[in-house]
C-alpha cells in the first residue's frame, strides 16, 4: 500500500511550551513501526543520561524493561547454543567449560547492551543514548542504514550530532515521534535544514517545503 503525506502535516503544528508539551503535535506519519509502546509511568527511568540543560524535561523515554533485557539475554544464548548443536552435529562438548564460557557470556552481554539502549524527547529536543540535538534547529538531515536499523544522521545548529538516529526504536513510541517529526518539519520549513532527497522521501516530507538539497548526489 501507498503510502501518502498526512494533510494535516502540510504545514508544521505549533511549537509546543518546552515545559509542558503543549500543545501537543498531531500523530506523525511512520513507516518503520507499527509498534505502539508508551511511556512507562509505573517506573522511572534506570540511570538515564543528563537531559539537556534548560531544554525542558523529558516528556517521552523509551528503555528496555528487566523482562525485555532478561529475554534478549536468553534469545543471544539460545542462538548461540543451537549454532554450538549445529557445528559439533550432537552434544558430546556439554562437558567442556569453553562452550559454556561462551554461552553465558554472550548472553550477559547482550543483557548489559540492552541496558545501555535510551531514547528520550523533550518538547524541543530528542536524545539517542548521551548525544541529543534541537529538534527545531536541524541544519542537516541524511538517511542511512546502519546494519539491519534504517536511521538518521542530524546534526543542529550548535554542530550537536546522532550519527545514528533509529527510526524504527523512535516510532515505536507514537508519541515521543509526533514531539521529533513537528521538529523536523519546523526545521525543514526553515529554509535553512539541508535534507536529502531520500529523507524527505523516507520522512514522507514534500518537496515544497524548505529548500533543495546543496548535495545534489546525496
Known sequence: MAHYFPRRWISPAPIPDPQTGEPRPPAAPRRESSAF???????TPRKAPPEPSGMGPALEWSQASTKHRVQAAVAMSGLLLAFIIFTNRGFEWVGQWFPWFWIVGCGAFMYWRAGQEWMAAGAVWVQDGPFWVNTYEL??????????????????AEGRKIHSFGLRDVQSNPQMWDLVYNGILHSVASGNCDISRKARKVLQIPPSLGREPVDKAD
Request: charged residues 40%.
Open 37 to 43: 509502546e508508551t511511556t512507562p509511568t509505573d517506573r
Open 139 to 156: 541544519v542537516r538531515i541524511r538517511f542511512s542504514v546502519d546494519g539491519l536499523n534504517r536511521v538518521l544522521r542530524i546534526e543542529d
